[in-house]
């Protein structure tokens, strides 16, 4: 799940940075002797600054304030939960959990000796904790010595308690003279503040609790190895003693951090929670269309793929693949557990889960982390702001972080819809004889020196325009005279771009800047597809009607006129919306957002005849209005796409390559993509089956990819690119030459 053409769902880490001053304290600390002398054995001594701050925090989260007041501090909640169990059990002893558990939790009462009993929850109740159960587990098994709770609230899956559930726990820890562990790490992720989960040290049993939690997933300090625990104070010197004798192993520079972290302003922290929750419903919106596109297909009533419960707190959703898995059976195709379909899925889409057997839940079901797809895309905007913090958080830093979501948002949205829906169809239609969960790891992308070392390797070539051919006022040195050479191989150039323009339109713009109509086979656009749906009044199944509110700002103009279109400025009035071009604002504000929750509301399509995020306008990076689609889904709208990495517009340029050679089809295989964009045309090329080469010096990447003067390529920045995008070009090439 490490490589890089993975998208992994099977992450943990955070959304973004911690806070900047976190990052600029540790920077200030480490040239600075007198707060960090690293000479010296700092865990021996109090940090009380720290100490006050986690107080204040398990006060926060709902800890009583004489439990709040105890604290201990280790390297991670890990650490802590070891050292508790370490504390409170012995060999032998029963560890009680519910489903949504950490995973790793088996493996510590292994180590143990200590037997771990899971109690299954249910969808019915949310996956929330039940008393009910418990208590009957405890009557029914009598175990000898009182087990230990440990209690993941928020769950892993975003369960959490609320104050009925915290009263009946806290009254069988009591009646049964448990210990119990809380790990609280998730608290103050929940989406709805009013029903922020409760906390066992508020119960009747607060004495026998010991909570923790730390500065990783909505600290975003995952990396530095920082958990903090609150209890009783006999329960908590004696937690103190043992982390001192036996693993003291908590830096100073990580206390420092976590210290500016808990010292950050509300709103930060509300941002990340804001954008966790508009990803999950992005991703809940698409497994029910991902879910809707198979049913129609295979003629089927129940649901083959499902988000087994809506979330309230953390950064997972659990998806139910059992529909699926059910009509594989038929197929006599089966999957032995939940472990057996991840890699199946790894192996076959190149998509990491988590199997839902290590959290504790049966069946079929996987576990998808959303929160640190993309955080890599989110650097540039820390960086900057890191780069000139003067200690005050504002809205308009808030706002530089849009750009870097919404590519990460795009990834888990392909991943579902372009990855992981094809192989579901493909094993429906046609199962394979036996589960193969065998791949190769990535590869690094071989660097050629010209297009003339690809033509054996290929029948046709499907080329990007801009960052490509040229950066929209002239075309590129060596541009034309390699596709005239690629035609005198015989090997036909379809261009393929993301435009809202018609290909017609662009094939003008193109003579004036050099590159001539007889140097290519055809152009198809984003923009020639909309067209083709709107002039026929449909988008797939969707009827459009007459009436078009258009969103974005189209250079020279857009087409819905010529397309016979009314065209309204009320959108109470449209029938439909239209995005072209680009947004000409710097971020989507409130009147975008007013008008896309107006035209969901009302249940309006949204057909996007760009798909790309980011666009560059003149030299200068602008929103794309695919931007738009997942702001739009998020709020119920319908979306269609039209454009990479999407799958019709490779379909359609491949058929017209095919009619060059006057041949019925050409295999993906011996395709060439030929692109600048990691999220368009690799990605893309990656989930039609064709071969791709990745132009390095001239498209949106070239500033991070040939960072010096000498022009030469960034190896450690092309596979930190793979990485962050998940997918890898076969070849590499600085810019379009023969």
């Known amino acids: 799940m490490f490589d890089a053409d993975v998208v992994s769902f099977a992450h943990g880490e955070g959304l973004r940075r911690a806070y900047p001053e976190s990052i600029t304290a540790m920077r200030h600390a480490l040239s600075d002797p007198t707060l960090l002398p690293i000479e010296n054995y700092m865990f021996l001594q109090k940090f009380k600054s720290l100490s006050a701050e986690i107080t204040r925090h398990f006060m926060e989260i709902g800890v009583p304030p004489d439990l709040a007041g105890n604290t201990a501090i280790d390297a991670g909640t890990t650490r802590l939960i070891i050292a508790g169990l370490d504390l409170m059990a012995q060999r032998g002893d029963t560890v009680i959990t519910f489903s949504g558990f950490y995973h790793p939790l088996a493996a510590w009462c292994a180590y143990r000796g200590l037997k771990l009993c899971v109690i299954p ?404 656009t984003g923009g020639d597809l909309a067209f083709r749906s709107v002039q026929r009044r449909k988008s797939g199944s969707t009827e459009l009607g007459q009436a078009c509110y258009v969103l974005g700002f189209q250079p020279g103009g857009h087409w819905a006129d010529a397309a016979g279109l009314n065209v309204v400025t009320d959108i109470e009035k449209a029938d439909w919306l239209l995005a072209v071009g680009y947004i000409d604002d710097e971020y989507i504000n409130d009147n975008h957002l007013e008008i896309l929750r107006r035209g969901a509301d009302r249940r309006l399509p949204l057909l996007i005849s760009n798909a790309d995020t980011s666009i560059i306008i003149n030299q200068k990076m602008c929103l794309g209005v695919g931007i738009l689609a997942a702001h739009y889904q998020s709020m119920g709208g319908a979306v269609h796409i039209f454009g990479k990495p999407h799958q019709e517009i490779y379909h359609e340029a491949a058929m017209h390559a095919a009619t060059q050679l006057s041949r019925d089809c050409i295999e993906p295989r011996r395709i060439l993509v030929v692109g600048d964009s990691f999220n368009s045309d690799i990605a893309g090329a990656a989930s039609f089956g064709a071969k791709s080469l990745l132009i390095t010096a001239t498209g949106v990447h070239a500033s991070d990819l040939h960072p010096g003067g000498d022009g030469s390529l960034c190896n450690d920045t092309l596979m930190r690119l793979c990485r962050d995008h998940q997918c890898v070009p076969d070849m590499t090439l600085g810019s379009v030459t023969w």
């Open 121 to 524: 929850t249910s969808p019915e109740n949310s996956h929330r904790p039940s008393a009910k159960q418990l208590l009957q587990w405890l009557e029914e098994n009598a175990p000898p010595t009182p087990p230990i709770l440990v209690l993941f609230n928020p769950s892993m899956t975003g369960a959490i308690c609320g104050v009925r559930e915290i009263e009946e726990l806290s009254e069988v820890i009591l009646n049964f003279r448990m210990w119990a562990i809380e790990d609280a790490l998730f608290a103050n992720c929940e989406f709805d503040v009013a029903a922020r989960s409760v906390r066992l040290a508020a119960g009747c049993a607060a004495e026998q609790v010991l909570t923790v939690s730390g500065a990783s997933k909505n600290f975003g300090l995952a990396n530095m190895r920082i958990g903090w625990a609150c209890g009783a104070p006999k329960l908590i010197h004696a937690l103190s003693e043992y982390i001192t004798t036996s693993s003291a192993a908590t830096p100073q520079l990580s206390k420092i951090a976590a210290l500016h972290a808990l010292r950050a302003p509300s709103e930060y922290y509300e941002l990340n929670n804001k954008e966790i929750l508009f990803r999950i419903n992005l991703a809940i919106e698409t497994i029910n269309h991902v879910d809707l596109n198979l049913r129609t297909i295979f003629e089927h009533e129940k649901s083959i793929i499902k988000a087994a419960h809506t979330p309230s707190a953390g950064h997972s959703i659990l998806i139910d693949f059992s529909g699926f898995v059910s009509l594989l059976n038929k197929k006599n195709l089966k999957f032995e557990d939940s472990a057996d379909l991840t890699r199946w899925i790894l192996a076959s889409a190149k998509v990491a889960f988590a199997p839902g057997q290590s959290h504790g839940f049966e069946g079929y079901q996987l576990r998808m982390n959303i929160a640190s797809i993309g955080s890599s895309l989110t650097y540039p905007a820390s960086l900057s702001i890191e780069s000139q913090w003067n200690g005050q958080w504002t809205n308009a830093q808030s706002k530089a972080f849009e750009a870097g979501f919404a590519e990460g948002r795009a990834i888990i949205q392909s991943a579902l819809t372009d990855r992981v829906e094809p192989v579901l169809r493909m094993a429906l239609q046609n199962p394979p004889a036996q589960v193969n969960t065998a791949r190769k790891s990535a590869q690094k992308p071989r660097a050629i020196h010209g297009m003339r070392e690809t033509i054996h390797e290929c029948d046709a070539v499907l080329m990007d325009v801009w960052g490509v051919l040229t950066d929209g006022s002239r075309a590129h040195a060596g541009a034309q005279t390699t596709l005239r050479q690629l035609a005198k191989e015989c090997r036909p150039v379809i261009l393929i771009s993301n435009t809202s323009r018609l290909g017609s339109d662009l094939s003008h713009h193109l003579s004036r800047i050099g590159i001539q109509p007889d140097c290519y086979a055809k152009i198809v």
